[in-house]
Each structure stands twice: as structure tokens, then as C-alpha cells.
């Protein structure tokens, strides 16, 4: 059983909650994942593509999960074989990852405050939840040498129930490291989704409170900005449906602004 801690309100609540969990634990590691909406159960991207429509033999849901990554990994390599084909398999899958396709990685991240922000990023219409994971090595075998990343993908799969963390290194060129140094980014990966006793705590955030939370990890540098600080986070920010801080146009038709505002005086 997970345990569920207070509703949050405010970052030193939050910040209290994971004293709460760590400091009585300090030999111990943990991983963080926030999501916008509590209902969500921490699944891949690869699981809830499959789940899309009618399963003949749900029973079978995890074998085709393998199959579909393998499958997904082997086209990659095929067509695009000029980017993919040095890559490891999770290096290909971190990099289609990053490129918003689905992949058999789930994010988590070693910064409590960053899971806060994901958990927060929302319209405020629902809840948000942070999970809170223990590195037990029983269940998660950490991914700390060259050998161990370059193993052939159905290696990761020979054992059943056994979960692999992976952080890519400060200068990998497969992935956008500039993004995941900012945001203490670990993959998990292994299994199609993470079962509820792999779950240690689990933080409700109140949607009422999402939008204060923001404003306090913003003051302390953590924002949509410097999380997504490469190109890509650039183009995110700037689609047609992102809100927009008008503020930040002022500058640049300030003479407008005095013509309008002296003739709103007349």
C-alpha cells in the first residue's frame, strides 16, 4: 500500500511532506513523478497507444508491449538508419521519446520540485498527484555501465517483473540533455506500466492551489521556461494555442501605447 499523504497547498507544505518521506530515510533513493491529473495511473506512452481500441486477449497486453517495441525500435533503425542505427535501443527510444512518440520509457525525475511543477501543469479542472518511487534494488536495476546500455533490447525483457533506470549521460547525443539536466530526468523502463505497490507515497495537489504552486516554484527558478529551455521547448511555447504573457509584447509598440493613452486623456 502507498501512502497517501496530506492535500498541498503551498510549497513549504510540500516541501515538509518530502522531509517527512527522505529524512528519516537518508540512505535511500528516490524518484519522482508528478501528473496533472490523480486519476492517471503511471503507464507508458507505448501501453496507452495499445490500449486504443478493443484487445482480443487482454491477458496478452504484455507480450505486445514487447513486441510493439521492439517492432517500433527495428522500423526506426530501418528507414532513418543515418540517425538510429548507433544508437542503443533505449537511446533510439529516448529520442523518439523527445520527439513525442510513444515509447516504452516512462519519465520520472530526481527532483521533487520539477514532479511538483508536472503535477501543477494544468487548466486547474483536476487534482494533480506527485508519486514518489524507492530505488529498491530488488525491483530496479540501475543502468551504471556502457555494457549494460548496449545490451540487445529482448535482454531488458529476459526477467520478468524487473524495472531498469536510466539517465542518460551530460553529453549523449541521442537525447536533448540540456532539457533533461534541467529537469533531473531518469527513464524507467521494463514493464508497461508501474503497479501500485511499486509506489511508496503518493502527494495530492488540489487544483485550487495549482496556480499558487506555480507562482512559488517560479520565484524559485522552476517554469515552464527554464524546464523547457532548448529549441523544442521554444516551439512549444510559442504554438497558437499556448497562453500567452501579453507584458512581454509592451516593448515593442510602446510609442503605440503613449499615442493611445494621450488620447484617451483629450
Known amino acids: 500500500m502507498s501512502g497517501v499523504q496530506e492535500p498541498i497547498t503551498n510549497l513549504a507544505d510540500y516541501i515538509a511532506e518530502i522531509n517527512k518521506i527522505t529524512v528519516p530515510n537518508v540512505d535511500e533513493r528516490y524518484i519522482y513523478r508528478g501528473q496533472k ?28 508491449f514487447r513486441g510493439y517495441v521492439h517492432q517500433l525500435i527495428d522500423e526506426v533503425q530501418l528507414r532513418y538508419s543515418s540517425v538510429y542505427n548507433n544508437l542503443t535501443a533505449l537511446e533510439c527510444m529516448a529520442h523518439l521519446q523527445h520527439n513525442r512518440v510513444a515509447t516504452g520509457l516512462i519519465d520520472f525525475t530526481y527532483s521533487p520540485l520539477v514532479a511538483l511543477w508536472f503535477a501543477c501543469e494544468t487548466d486547474g479542472a483536476t487534482d494533480g498527484k506527485v508519486f514518489v518511487v524507492n530505488v529498491q534494488p530488488d525491483k530496479i536495476r540501475e543502468i551504471k555501465t556502457k555494457g549494460a546500455l548496449e545490451q540487445e533490447l529482448k535482454t531488458f525483457f529476459e526477467e520478468d517483473g524487473q524495472w531498469h533506470l536510466w539517465q542518460p549521460s551530460i553529453d549523449n547525443s541521442a537525447v536533448d540533455t540540456q532539457r533533461i539536466t534541467m529537469q533531473q530526468s531518469v527513464f524507467l523502463f521494463g514493464l508497461p506500466e508501474v503497479e501500485p505497490s511499486m509506489i511508496g507515497w503518493e502527494i495530492l495537489i488540489p487544483k485550487g492551489y495549482k496556480e499558487t504552486l506555480l507562482q512559488e516554484l517560479a520565484a524559485i527558478g522552476i517554469s515552464e521556461k527554464t524546464l523547457f529551455s532548448d529549441l523544442a521547448g521554444f516551439f512549444e511555447r510559442n504554438t497558437a494555442g499556448a497562453a500567452y504573457n501579453r507584458d512581454l509584447a509592451e516593448d515593442y509598440y510602446t510609442e503605440e501605447i503613449r499615442k493611445a493613452e494621450a488620447q484617451g486623456d483629450e
Open 37 to 64: 491529473d490523480e486519476r492517471w495511473r503511471i503507464q507508458s506512452g507505448a501501453l496507452r497507444r495499445l490500449q486504443k481500441g478493443p484487445l482480443k486477449h487482454p491477458e496478452l497486453l504484455p507480450y505486445l
